[in-house]
């Protein structure tokens, strides 16, 4: 049996609304017992288990639960039904401030989190240089920590915590003040330091979850809506964010601006060697139009699934238009295998206004083809109606096309395979 670090069973927690202190007050003397509040649940019957040495990833949008979930695995909150079960020392980076003394020193807050923890004063001593070099602060690890920008406490915050050797290390978003470099930094001393252990990471940031997180937990309004798989989970929440922009916005009334316009090419134009479009995962969007056929063509027309880096290749979508649309957008996004997006391009981005769509229309998005690293890769188009912002979806599809990039002449990591340069080198002479 794996052994479960986390074990959560239809966890609850349960807040009491009032219009009006009145009717708190009300509420508590009523002699029957009158109801004056309304209930709302952060958290409804939420259960999981972690395994240990896993990664999770838990998505969801603002006001969903992630932040009370986080509050309850580390017994800042208490749930108001439902058991948790936790094995091994819990370490948190949750928002700023938290569990730190501002009126403190830096160093003294590192010796403080120590004690909490219960690491002893041999560890403690051993353990201070690495989190003075980590967080990289400087002089200001003796000044209060109320005097420190929202960077500089954060790296102390992040470095204390994961230094401590906890079992389980839950990160909130606060990794999001830090610089980029900081990020990484980060990122990098997860996968050394907690490689065999259990860390929680809560970010709006999709490419974060996609490169650490082999699992997703989506919270929804204090419920559960998926429990799996990265990519999976993911396209399921940016489906569910599609279809939520669709309901809060009306059809957009459109102006003119400077975009380039462009007609649409009269004649016969073939479609019979373009295939239609599988859709293994849904269509997202209105339906107000429909992507029926798409492919990669190369400058012979040939449809292609090899791409050589800087090869000029064209993306032919059919869009079946199911009543006029002013104002289209034609757009698509690259994926790696592992759900990375590596770039995307739209209609709006190459300042092309798209004449009005009716019936069925062909689009041939011609590009050059960067220097991808080797690998897999799919493209996810999508068709929608008004500007970059906003914008309505009519239809997005995932992973409607893929492609390979054959084996380069070296095995490097990477996106992209730069191999167009110069170096120079200039011998110093030294002071005589």
């Known amino acids: 049996m794996e052994d479960i670090v986390v074990r959560a069973e239809n966890i609850t927690k349960e807040y009491k609304l009032y219009n ?105 001593e051993e353990n201070i240089k690495k989190i003075v070099d980590f967080a990289d602060i400087g002089d200001f690890i003796n000044q209060p920590v109320k005097s420190y920008s929202s960077g500089m406490f954060v790296r102390l915050a992040f470095a204390t915590q994961i230094f401590s050797n906890p079992d389980i290390l839950i990160v909130d978003e ?62 399921k929440y940016q489906e569910y964010l599609i279809n939520l922009a669709m309901d809060e916005k009306e059809e957009i009334v459109c102006f003119d601006d400077d975009k380039e316009s462009i007609g649409i090419t009269s004649g016969e134009v073939q479609i019979g060697n373009i295939p239609n479009v599988i859709a293994s995962s849904g269509y997202k969007g209105n339906g107000n139009a429909m992507i029926i056929k798409a492919a990669i063509l190369d400058e012979d027309d040939n449809v292609v699934d090899i791409i050589e880096p800087n090869q000029k290749i064209r993306c032919v979508f059919v869009i079946e238009y199911k ?22 391009i739209n209609s709006e981005t190459l300042n092309v206004r798209l004449p009005q769509g009716k019936g069925i229309v062909r ?63 200039y011998q110093i002479e030294e002071n005589k």
């Open 174 to 235: 606060a990794l999001s003040v830090g610089d980029i470099r900081f990020q990484q930094k980060c990122y990098r001393a997860m996968d050394q330091l907690m490689k065999d252990k259990t860390v929680i990471l809560v970010t709006h940031d999709t490419a974060a979850v996609t490169r650490f997180c082999k699992r997703v937990i989506w919270l929804n309004h204090g419920e559960k809506m998926f429990d799996g798989d990265t990519v999976e989970g993911l396209q």
């Open 363 to 425: 689009y041939d998005l011609s590009i050059v083809v960067p220097e991808l690293n080797q690998g897999e890769y799919t493209i996810s188009p999508a068709i929608a109606s008004g500007y970059q912002e906003p914008h309505v979806q009519m239809c997005w599809i995932d992973d409607a096309l893929s492609f390979k990039v054959p084996p380069r002449e070296y095995d490097i990591p990477g996106f992209f395979y730069v191999e167009k340069g110069k170096i120079k080198a």
């Open 20 to 124: 009006s202190e009145m009717d708190r007050l009300k509420e508590a003397f009523h002699p029957l017992r009158k109801c004056y509040h309304k209930k709302f649940y952060a958290l409804n019957n939420v259960s999981f288990e972690i395994k240990r040495g896993e990664k999770i990833g838990i998505i969801g949008s603002n006001g969903a639960g992630k932040s009370t979930l986080l509050k309850i695995l580390t017994d800042v909150l208490n749930q108001t039904s439902g058991t948790l079960e936790t094995k091994g020392t819990v370490a948190a980076l949750l928002e700023l401030g938290a569990g730190f003394n501002p009126d403190y020193t830096g160093m003294e807050n590192i010796k403080l989190n120590a004690t909490l923890m219960g690491i002893s004063q041999s560890q403690v």
């Open 323 to 344: 009543k006029p649309i002013e104002r289209p957008i034609l757009g698509l996004e690259v994926f790696d295998r592992l759900g990375n997006i590596i770039f995307s």
